[in-house]
Nanobody, 123 residues
């Protein structure tokens, strides 16, 4: 088990920034690839960004490339999502996820999920 707890969501104006955190429990955090997904009302869960177990590789969806940055601190068992130049269409519940091995952009591949943190971007 890898319990995950997200934090850092909130209400921000368009063009603003937020930094999300996902804290993990357990001794094997550093062996997991981590990802962020988001779920807007009435929409399917959408891949946002992923990072390899050691932080050496990252991958982003086209919709956030250049605006969002995923990072991790294995000493703190935490993964981050820095979100800049936020747009109203970024409004969603943001969830972090973990899987063994290499990352993918498919939600079904991830074994552990947090409860989510809400991000609302006003125009």
């Amino acid at each position: 088990q890898v319990p995950l707890v997200e934090s850092g969501g909130g209400l921000v104006q368009a063009g603003g920034s937020l930094r999300l955190s996902c804290a993990a429990s357990g001794r094997t955090f550093s062996s997991y690839a981590m990802a962020w997904f988001r779920r807007a009302p009435g929409k399917e869960r959408e891949f946002v960004a992923a990072i390899s177990w050691n932080g050496g590789a990252t991958y982003y969806s086209d919709s956030v490339e250049g605006r969002f940055t995923i990072s991790r601190d294995n000493a703190r068992d935490t993964v981050y999502l820095q979100m800049n130049s936020l747009k109203p269409e970024d409004t969603a519940d943001y969830l972090c996820a973990a899987k063994r091995g290499w990352y993918t952009d498919l939600a079904r591949d991830y074994d552990y999920w947090g409860q989510g943190t809400q991000v609302t971007v006003s125009s």
